[in-house]
């Protein structure tokens, strides 16, 4: 069949195959063309990657694999293709890594589930003793909306509400350059609770005790959770909202779970990253425009990254940094003691440039001041399209 974009509200409802393979290769090769500087860094070389089919997940396991060797593991939960429909951007990826993968020679092995139940814990942990592996890094990525607890069965949704008050914000939708003004009501008290059930760090210690108890964590294994905390003007609905209050529990997850070294040496870390381009982000009120405009100010300024960028200078400047006497050095922390890959963009110039301009950008001004083709490049790639070599009128099989 002939796959195109099929785009609403800032949603893409297809996937293309081989945009989707030549996505996740263009990201292997980035990692590649730096092999030489991950050579005498002490990399894992077993790693867990929970919700590894996209965006930072995906590019974790892709930095973990091609520029340190180490085997990994990925869960995601995908809808397979049928004869006449394309799968998701995950399904694809996922194929397209474990392809790679083999060719060179890695250990890898993909596992389709949902990441919140006991049943995906169980097929970790028999993949892991099949392949021999034990975990000495365990990265966190998961962005479901919703989670069905695996003691009470009872499935809980996640919210992005204000607390106490409304929330208005202007955004736009990237493809048609049409402005809104976005207003959220104020959340109830359940809405906090469920979304720190989803989106709080309790799954992530459920995944840790159990690769504990199952003998499968590493002495002195690390595991690095996801987050984003983002500009000022968007607290309001997201820091200062039901996102941030999951992520404050996050937080305190990681600072427990260190504490108590459910295996010795244990070593849990939230790692803030950049605004990028994803799926989830794409929704997000007022998020596609600040970041269209944040890629224009970070491209000028030379210091812009996307996924695979931001998970290369994870494993090269901070998880895995090696002092003097070879050993590995403890990442550079924030006074909550979170890794910040968010550095760059929250730089107080950078800021205030990304202000200004929000200031007075609209639809007469859209194109100069904000980098819109960018967004929607990257938003397409996410979903296989727009990829140089690809011959996008071509039948291509889905399966």
């Given at each position: 069949m002939i796959i195109k974009p099929m785009i609403r509200s800032n949603i893409c409802l297809s996937a293309h195959p081989l945009g989707c393979a030549a996505e996740t290769m263009r990201q292997i090769e980035y990692i590649q063309a730096r092999k030489a500087s991950y050579a005498g860094l002490p990399g894992p070389k077993a790693v867990l990657v929970l919700g590894g089919s996209g965006g930072y997940g995906l590019a974790t396991r892709i930095a973990a694999a091609f520029g340190s060797g180490a085997a990994t593991v990925g869960l995601?939960?995908?809808?397979?293709?049928?004869?006449?429909k394309p799968g998701t951007p995950g399904w694809y990826n996922n194929r397209a890594f474990d392809e790679a993968a083999t060719a060179a020679g890695l250990v890898t092995a993909t596992l389709d589930g949902d990441a919140f139940s006991n049943e995906a814990k169980d097929e970790v942990i028999a993949t892991a003793r099949r392949l021999g592996l034990v975990f000495d890094l365990v990265v966190y990525s998961l962005a479901s909306p919703v989670r069905t607890d695996p003691a009470t069965g009872i499935m809980h949704r996640s919210v992005l509400k204000p607390i106490g008050q409304s929330f208005k914000g202007r955004s736009v939708d990237v493809f048609t350059g049409r402005f809104s003004d976005a207003e959220v009501g104020p959340c109830e008290e359940e809405d906090i609770a469920n979304t720190v059930k989803v989106m709080g760090g309790e799954d992530w210690e459920?995944?840790?005790?159990?690769?504990?108890?199952?003998?499968?964590?590493?002495?002195?294994?690390?595991?690095?959770?996801?987050?984003?905390?983002?500009?000022?003007?968007?607290?309001?609905?997201?820091?200062?909202?039901?996102?941030?209050?999951?992520?404050?529990?996050?937080?305190?997850?990681?600072?427990?779970?260190?504490?108590?070294?459910?295996?010795?040496?244990?070593?849990?870390?939230?790692?803030?990253?950049?605004?990028?381009?994803?799926?989830?982000?794409?929704?997000?009120?007022?998020i596609p425009l600040y970041v269209s405009v944040l890629f224009k100010v970070m491209k000028a300024r030379g210091n812009h990254e996307d996924c695979i960028a931001q998970m290369d200078r994870l494993?090269?400047?901070?998880?895995?940094?090696?002092?003097?006497?070879?050993?590995?050095?403890?990442?550079?922390?924030?006074?909550?003691?979170?890794?910040?890959?968010d550095d760059l963009e929250?730089?107080?110039?950078?800021?205030?440039?990304?202000?200004?301009?929000?200031?007075?950008?609209?639809?007469?001004?859209?194109?100069?001041?904000?980098?819109?083709?960018?967004?929607?490049?990257?938003?397409?790639?996410a979903h296989g399209f727009g990829l140089p070599g690809i011959d996008y009128d071509a039948e291509v099989a889905t399966l």
């Open positions: 995601s939960f995908e809808k397979a293709p049928s004869d006449t459920l995944w840790i005790k159990a690769l504990a108890k199952a003998g499968l964590l590493a002495k002195d294994a690390t595991t690095v959770a996801y987050s984003y905390i983002g500009p000022a003007l968007s607290w309001p609905i997201y820091r200062d909202g039901t996102i941030g209050r999951a992520k404050i529990h996050l937080d305190a997850t990681a600072k427990s779970m260190t504490a108590r070294a459910i295996v010795p040496g244990l070593k849990a870390y939230v790692s803030v990253n950049k605004a990028v381009v994803t799926r989830a982000s794409a929704v997000i009120p007022i494993f090269r400047d901070r998880l895995y940094m090696k002092g003097p006497d070879g050993k590995i050095l403890p990442p550079a922390v924030d006074a909550e003691g979170r890794i910040r890959l929250l730089l107080p110039g950078v800021q205030a440039e990304v202000d200004a301009i929000m200031e007075k950008i609209g639809p007469d001004n859209l194109a100069e001041l904000a980098d819109v083709e960018g967004f929607k490049a990257d938003f397409l790639a």
